[in-house]
């Protein structure tokens, strides 16, 4: 398993970007399929985008589509989550996750390791 710590969040206003970044330990990092999750007070914790080991496949939830970009470089056992044009309702605490699937997964449970989130603030 891999040990993963999120920095990057912040308080921004609507309309800024901020850059999100995942930190993990270990010599298997570049072996999991990564994705980054949010959850909002008194919500779900809801899938925002992943993304394949080798990075050629992403994916993302259709309400941050053409706003976010996830990337990796697997040679820093780190994965990003580039955030623009922020809107309020992308207000969160957002998370990393390590999956050892090795196809696209959005679902909570398919997710093998977390780290402790980062909160994202954006004001109107």
């Known amino acids: 398993q891999v040990q993963l710590v999120e920095s990057g969040g912040g308080l921004v206003q609507a309309g800024g970007s901020l850059r999100l970044s995942c930190a993990a330990s270990?010599?298997?990092?570049?072996?999991?399929?990564m994705g980054w999750f949010r959850q909002a007070p008194g919500k779900e914790r809801e899938f925002v985008a992943g993304?394949?080991?080798?990075?050629?496949?992403?994916s993302y939830v259709d309400s941050v589509k053409g706003r976010f970009t996830i990337s990796r470089d697997n040679s820093k056992n780190t994965v990003y989550l580039q955030m623009n044009s922020l809107k309020p309702e992308d207000t969160a605490v957002y998370y990393c996750?390590?999956?050892?699937?090795?196809?696209?997964?959005?679902?909570?449970?398919?997710?093998?390791?977390w780290g402790q989130g980062t909160q994202v603030t954006v004001s109107s």
């Open positions: 996750a390590a999956s050892g699937s090795i196809l696209p997964v959005r679902t909570r449970n398919r997710y093998d390791c």
């Open positions: 270990g010599r298997t990092f570049s072996s999991y399929f």
């Open positions: 993304i394949s080991q080798g990075g050629s496949v992403t």
